[in-house]
């Protein structure tokens, strides 16, 4: 952590109390103008931080910024966002991950407050306006490339258990479609750096409509997508639902290392709004109908079509139908 971040760290873990400029200086081994510069920066920055002469800084408000030193301050994860890069605004933190997966740790998280081509699957478009949390997570899991998908349910698992935290029905369309009241409100992008049988890194993006209006998406979406601020009637401390995702993440994480991958599967089918429908699956080659009866152990949906065939479909697009 930069010696900015833990000043401010300080400052947080002593909210509305004053912490003296001396006391801060000494704790970081730093000189009291130093302190008082990073506190000029963090003013600058658009954190309210009072002085007194006598008593020293205190945290009033902080802005609505996804600040690493506010995410890091009480932060229980071991390696989950231990090193958040921070952007106000990027082309897509996918990319700005993937560049620098191979010269970071395992567990760095790279976050922006907009971004201007954020990516969907198959190179769709992902609409990522101020408001939103837009981040991905560097991961290096020694495991082979086939099995990168069982990441991705993971993943999905984690934003649902999340959100599910701040009261909110949510659901999993597989592979990778998290739904409140059957709207879309987070989607997850999983890319792989990797040699043919072992996986170099892989970065975990996971967009969520947090605080984003979607009356002001584009016309074909604007039904079929929804926002925390919008389902909870308020804005939600985006500062607090990074925490616990990161959190729920190492979590899953490490239990999918320790326990292996039935124990998540197991989880998402609980939370599938999938299994059970009919649907219409559109792969690169192919559409198939079928009723969703399952996944399997790769993350793979299992449909029956109406002539009794069992299909497995690997990648594709999922679209729920009713039942006629
Ligand atoms: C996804 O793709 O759902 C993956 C989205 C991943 C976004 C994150 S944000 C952080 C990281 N950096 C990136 O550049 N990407 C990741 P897909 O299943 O292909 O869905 C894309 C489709 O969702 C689009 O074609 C639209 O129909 C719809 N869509 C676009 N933006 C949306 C939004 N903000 N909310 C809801 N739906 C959206």
């Given at each position: 952590m930069n010696i900015k971040d833990k000043v401010l760290e300080k400052l947080i873990r002593n909210k509305g109390k004053p912490v003296s400029g001396e006391r801060i200086a000494s704790e970081l081994s730093v000189s009291r103008s130093a302190v008082w510069k990073h506190i000029k920066i963090l003013r600058d920055e658009g954190f309210m931080i009072e002085s007194s002469t006598n008593l020293g800084y205190s945290l009033r408000d902080t802005p609505d910024t996804l600040s690493p030193g506010e995410i890091k301050?009480?932060?229980?994860?071991?390696?989950?966002?231990?090193d958040i890069k921070y952007f106000k605004?990027?082309?897509?933190t996918n990319i700005l991950a993937r560049g620098m997966a191979n010269s970071v740790e395992e567990g760095t998280v790279v976050i922006a407050?907009?971004?201007?081509?954020g990516r969907g699957r198959l190179g769709r478009k992902w609409i990522s306006p101020e408001g939103g949390i837009w981040l991905s997570i560097i991961l290096k899991p020694?495991?082979?490339?086939?099995?990168?998908s069982r990441i991705t349910l993971l993943a999905g698992v984690c934003v649902a258990k999340t959100i599910r935290g701040f009261g909110l029905p949510v659901k999993i369309k597989w592979p990778n479609d998290v739904l409140i009241n059957g709207k879309k409100v987070c989607g997850i992008l999983t890319e792989i750096g990797a040699e043919v049988d072992m996986i170099d890194y892989l970065i975990v993006g996971i967009g969520i409509d947090a605080?984003?209006?979607?009356?002001?998406?584009?016309?074909?979406?604007r039904d079929s997508s929804t926002s925390l601020k919008k389902e909870t009637g308020k804005e939600i401390n985006r500062v607090d639902f990074v925490k616990k995702l990161l959190e729920e993440f190492e979590s899953l994480y490490l239990k999918f290392q320790k326990e292996g991958f039935p124990k998540i599967l197991e989880e998402w089918r609980n939370m599938s709004?999938?299994?059970?429908e009919w649907v219409k699956i559109s792969t690169q080659t192919r559409t198939i109908y079928g009723e969703a009866i399952g996944v399997d152990n790769e993350g793979a949906l299992i449909l029956e079509t109406s002539d009794g065939q069992l299909e497995k479909i690997v990648a594709g697009n999922c679209e729920h139908l009713r039942r006629t």
């Open positions: 301050a009480g932060l229980e994860t071991s390696f989950i966002g231990k605004e990027t082309e897509s407050e907009s971004q201007t081509g020694k495991m082979q490339p086939q099995y990168a605080n984003v209006d979607t009356e002001s998406f584009p016309e074909e979406i709004a999938t299994i059970g």
